[in-house]
């Protein structure tokens, strides 16, 4: 059984600073961690994209240029830190996650965070994982670690069908609005959006994932509109695992911001990257591409 959430507080009776959830796409590891945030009060506390929360602390490492300085800070200003589907992608993170994450722990920040895969599978294969091992220690040593075991992906429905059509969508969503091109700034960044009417932004899948954009980018997207249309998603097969990651990446971005993306393709959400690296990866996508078309407005019920 989880420790309620007092017991996490309580420092000297136990060394456990959080809870570690896995376990496959859909089981409701989100709801269970949105139960937990949700009941606690009267306690500084922060629910954030792990994306968006690793870019804020390098960017003030560079600016401060101590790894310390900037621990200080987020435990200042807050007491739990849940991340949803949590996950190590790139070496910049993984090099720095250990020291980063022991001060954080020593500073009695507690921690909750869900993911697909059990700790000592995260970054597997990554470049100088050896470095990352520590990391995993860690998280074992001072998360609760719980594991939802397989069943129902509470995502789907019965007799679940994709709906493939976007143009409704797009006509009846931007009806009153002018069609122009846009450009997002921020910083140093910039994204061009080729056609933009009103809250809404479309983009060919050569102009989301085959160009050299990442989670930054999606976010300044998501900053700026209320949907996201793709106009066709290939099939994806193991020679595009930059193009998969890249649309992994923009459908967490927009789920955890509560963005629809609107895309027609020829072949359902677990089809689009049967096979190749991050293939299993690319199952939480899939789930939750299922789950964001119940987001679309006007959503033809007929159609589940």
Known sequence: MAPSKWSLFKKKSRKIKGIYLWGSVGRGKTC?????????????KERVHFHAFMQEIHARISQVKSL????????NRTQVLCFDEFQVTNITDAMIMSRFFRRLFERDVVMVMTSNVEPSKLYENGLSREHFLPFIALLS????????????DYRRGPGERFFYEISTHWDQLTQDATE??????????????????????????????????????Y???????????????????????????????????????????YYNATVSPDLLYPEGEGAKAFERTASRLYEMRKWYKNYDQTNS
Not at 68 to 75: F, G, K, L, R, W
Not at 141 to 152: D, P, Q, T
């Open 68 to 75: 310390d300085v900037v621990a200080d800070e987020i435990s």
């Open 141 to 152: 040593e001072s998360l609760e670690i719980l594991h939802i075991k397989e069943g129902k």
């Open 32 to 44: 269970l961690m949105d139960l937990f945030y949700d009941s606690v009060s009267n306690i500084k």
């Open 180 to 217: 122009s091109t846009a450009v997002l700034k921020k910083g140093q960044r910039s994204l061009v959006v080729e056609k933009s009417k009103g809250d809404y932004a479309w983009f060919s899948f050569a102009d989301l994932c085959a160009r050299p954009l990442g989670v930054r980018d």
């Open 219 to 261: 976010l300044l997207l998501s900053q700026n509109y209320k949907g996201v249309f793709i106009d066709h998603i290939p099939e994806l097969s193991s020679s595009d695992r930059n193009e998969a990651h890249r649309l992994m990446a923009l459908v967490d971005v927009l789920y955890e911001r509560k963005i629809p993306l």
